[in-house]
């Protein structure tokens, strides 16, 4: 059964950075599409930016609103996917939620919560 943990959401500072992780269980890690997506309150979950599979190249997809700041890349050796988050904006408060997706397989976390401050 897979699952996928978020981490490494937290308060900063306009400007500042931080690095969100996923950690996925299970097997076939490298097959799965990646994504990381966002809800601020009030708002609808919206994508930040997805990743493919190894088995494709790995294509990423952005966000017009993050793109030139956020960063996804995976480790496949970890089972880990990673968002790099440059000069944060206070539009940038949300929760942030990891999802793993493969034919037959769509999983989400249950979020981590991402506070920048003006």
């Known amino acids: 059964q897979v699952q996928v943990v978020e981490s490494g959401g937290g308060l900063v500072q306009a400007g500042g950075s931080l690095r969100l992780s996923c950690v996925a269980s299970?097997?076939?890690?490298?097959?799965?599409?990646m994504g990381w997506y966002r809800q601020a309150p009030g708002k609808q979950r919206e994508l930040v930016a997805v990743i493919g599979s190894s088995t494709s190249g790995g294509p990423t997809n952005y966000a017009d609103s993050v793109k030139g700041r956020f960063t996804i890349s995976r480790d496949n050796a970890r089972n880990t996917v990673y968002l790099q988050m440059n000069s944060l904006i206070p539009e940038d408060t949300a929760v942030y939620y990891c999802n793993a997706r493969r034919p037959g397989l769509d999983i989400w976390g249950q979020g981590t919560q991402v506070t920048v401050s003006s």
């Open positions: 299970g097997s076939f890690f490298s097959i799965n599409t």
